[in-house]
Structure formats: C-alpha cells, structure tokens
C-alpha cells in the first residue's frame, strides 16, 4: 500500500533545513526494511509577516510503498524522530494520507493551492484533516508545520507543484545530450518544456549550466527545458533550465 508523507518546519535559522531531515529519515525507513520511499518533493507555501518560517515556508513529500510494517507504526516511529531529531524552537508538523480510491484529493488539492497564496490556520488543517480523514499531528513548538505539511500533500497530488531535492549534474554547459540519454538516469521521466509539452527522446538538447533541478509537472519527475538562446549556432531548439531558472518552481 502506498501512502503521501508530508513534513514542515524542522529547523531553524543556521541550521540544515527540513529536506535533509526528511532525507535521513526515508533512509532510515528503507534501512529498516519497511517500505520504499520516493524522491522528495518541495513545495512553495505563502511567504507573508503573518507566517513564521525559518527561511522559504516550503514543506517537503515523498511517497512511501509500505512493506512489512503497518502505517499505523511507522507513524509513531516519525513522530518519535521528528520529537527528537526537529531543532529546538521549531514547530513540526506530520501529514499522512493513504492514496486510495477513498482520498479526498480535490479538497486536499484545493487547501493546497490555497496555502500558496493566502495566510491560513492550524484550525482549518485539523478540520480538513478530519473531514478527509487523514492523519495530522503537531510534534513540538506551536505545531503550526500541520498547516504547511496538509497543504504539501494537496500539492504533490495536484501533480504540477514543486521542485525535487537534490541537485543533478547532467553535463557541462553548452554539450549537446541527447533527450533519451538523460531520460536513462532513474530521476527522469521527461525533459518537458515549460508548457508541459514533452521532448521526444530521439532530440537533443544543449546543457543550460552545471547544475539543475527536477520538477514535478504532470505527475512526473521532470526537467524543464526552454528554447536555446544559440539555436542558430548549435542547431539545437532546447536547453535545460540552468539553476537560477530552476529556483522558481
């Protein structure tokens, strides 16, 4: 069975953020032997004076495939970490939801979306989280990450938010790669333009800068392309977004 884990604000000013934490408790779960966890996601919440955020107000997701364990101990084995591993003076939150038929994902989308552009509370976290019946739970502080990890999962499931920890190195600036060549790589699905339209694999495209990252666009692990400011020198339509261009998804 497979399940959305969603986690906000574990850290503070000066210290690793929330998506290193996140990291090293996938890893623990998969050490453990009790699922299979998928690339963290990170989503972009509202940044407004009436919100605490240590530095950006993003959540961060993953996608677990449960094995030899129930959700219902894996749930208290993270809250026990996130307890004892969150920085002090920080404010955990926990969101689990089952992906089944029975999840409400228009309304948890909705909050979502919502929480991108509007300052919103823990009361109206918990009472979605009833109404969905899903799990919610604060682990220190003021608690108020629920509101930030309920409105993670709505936007991992609206299947186009965020971007994927992790930066990669897909080349050196300027080479010439072709697209089914990077889709080899276990971490892309699709190079895609920036309307999600996708790149057929038998086409090149020139590497934008040394680094870049993946985003979520159509369900999918993706890197994003835009046209090739040297089309007429190189004769290639695309390149990937460099780093900075990555910053704003």
Known sequence: MKYLICIDDTDMPGTKGTGWLVQELCEQIETLGWGTCSSISRHQLFVHEDIPYTSHNSSMCFEIDLENQTMESIISYMANFLETRSQKGSDPGLCVAKLDKALAQKELIAFGKMAKQAVTSKAAAYDLA???????SEHGGTGDGVVGAIAGVG?????????????YHL????????VDTLCDFPFIDQLVTRSGVALSTDMS????????????MGNRQVVVVLKNEELEKTGIEYRTITKQEAKQY
Do not use: A
């Open 130 to 136: 009833r109404k969905t019946k899903i799990h919610l």
């Open 155 to 167: 936007l991992r499931l609206s299947g186009n938010d965020g971007r994927y920890r992790g930066w």
């Open 171 to 178: 080349g050196r600036p300027g080479s010439i790669v072709r």
């Open 205 to 216: 495209v020139s590497i934008g800068s040394e680094k870049t990252k993946t985003v979520r």
